[in-house]
């Protein structure tokens, strides 16, 4: 009998020490991406962004320190709502933007293509934003938990830029 697993989406919410249009520039200006893409340990070296609807960006992360090479992911972006919310498709690729199959890099066969992610950024007031990421129809298992956990470091890397000292 073959057992299907359960489908659902991941939600991570976070609040952030920043003004709306801040939290929405980490998410469009390559220089503020490159600080917060990838979990702690982790480093992005490439953030080439096409931030348009029908544009597609290309980032890398990588962490020689967990022995992991560079990882390159593209966003084509389907719906942007200025300062409310980004909708777009989530692939592993080359180092060109080619897509690639997950298994053929070695992950499972549970790893995700053509992943819909949405954020979503609700200003709470002037200096405080809400944000949301979703990545629809993930299946439940190991690699869900391991991107929740990324998603979650990701977006405490993000909040570190806000900090005022």
Not at 9 to 28: F, K, N, R
Not at 101 to 122: H, N
Not at 129 to 154: A, L, N, P, R
Request: include cysteine; charged fraction near 20%; aromatic fraction near 10%.
């Amino acid at each position: 009998m073959n057992v299907q697993s359960k489908k659902r989406d991941l939600v991570v919410t976070h609040i952030l020490g920043a003004p709306v249009e801040q939290v929405w520039q980490a998410w469009s200006d390559p220089d503020l991406v490159m600080r917060w893409w990838g979990p702690h340990g982790f480093v992005a070296p490439l953030a080439k962004m096409d931030f348009r609807v029908g544009g597609t960006s290309l980032v890398c992360m990588n962490s020689p320190q967990f022995g992991f090479g560079d990882q390159y992911s593209t966003w084509h972006y389907e719906e942007i709502v200025p300062m409310q919310r980004i909708v777009f498709i989530q692939n592993l690729t080359d180092k060109d933007g080619n897509k690639v199959d997950p298994a053929q890099m070695g992950l499972p066969p549970d790893f995700p293509q053509d992943m819909r992610s949405t954020v979503t950024f609700k200003p709470m007031d002037d200096q405080t934003t809400e944000i949301t990421v979703v990545e629809h129809g993930w299946q439940e298992g190991q690699m869900m938990e391991m991107s929740e956990m990324g998603m979650k470091q990701c977006l405490e890397k993000m909040a570190a830029i806000f900090v005022r000292e």
